[in-house]
């Protein structure tokens, strides 16, 4: 059964400090890696997707990677800014179905 | 951009009440999801649908049902709420290629007295 944690559970940092959220999970066969970004009340929004075939992704300030073989992704977010302060949770899609697996998330804060 | 939509951001509902949570995407996708997010339990899955009329149970489907009569809409429905049931519902949606993330909608916050 996949498993899939995420550490550390909660970061504080100063503004412009670059910063990496770590994500592992148990079954290497993955469909694809999706990391989410969570604010308080709201919704997920999907931000960077990895398939099971590619080793990262990068969206402005974000970078993810994906280690299939020893179950590990990153997500690298370059530059903090109090406005990243949220919850980023990854979730793991695998081969043999629609279902997703979530991380408990990592809350962020960022200091101004 | 893919819009998810829930009908409801706030509900508040009586114990035995009959509750309808409605979902809509505009993507034309197949794949539609009801999770709930709880503190310490993270996102469990509830049920799911590859199509229209199909569904499948997720994880904890118990005192749940779900409708899937158009592809563009999903429906959550408590049979008879209970207060255990208070908790953020969140829909999501995917067209299952590899290639297509989860897009989720703004979320339900149920509470049931």
């Known amino acids: 059964k996949q498993e899939v944690t995420q550490i550390p559970a909660a970061l504080s940092v100063p503004e412009g400090e670059n910063l990496v959220l770590n994500c592992s999970f148990t079954d290497s066969a993955i469909y694809n890696l999706q990391w989410f970004r969570q604010d308080p009340g709201k919704g997920l929004t999907s931000l960077l997707l990895i398939q099971s075939s590619q080793r990262e992704q990068t969206s402005g300030r974000l970078n993810a990677s994906l280690d299939k073989s020893s179950g590990r992704s990153t997500l690298y977010i370059a530059a903090s800014q109090p406005g990243d302060s949220a919850t980023y949770l990854c979730a793991v899609r695998g081969t043999g179905g629609f279902k997703t697996i979530f991380g408990a998330g990592t809350r962020l804060f960022v200091k101004a | 951009d893919v819009k998810v939509t829930q009908s409801s951001r706030y509900l508040v509902k009586r114990t035995g009440e009959k509750v309808f949570l409605e979902c809509v995407q505009d993507m034309d996708h197949e794949n539609m999801f009801w999770y709930r997010q709880d503190p310490g339990l993270g996102l469990r899955l509830i049920y799911f649908s590859y199509d229209v009329k199909m569904k499948e149970k997720g994880d904890i489907p118990e005192g749940y049902s779900v409708s899937r009569e158009k592809k563009e809409r999903f429906s959550l429905i408590l049979e008879s709420a209970s207060t255990n049931q208070t908790s953020m519902y969140l829909c999501?949606?995917?067209?299952?290629?590899?290639?297509?993330?989860?897009?989720f909608g703004n979320g339900t916050r149920l509470t049931v007295t």
């Open positions: 999501a949606s995917t067209s299952g290629t590899g290639f297509s993330p989860l897009h």
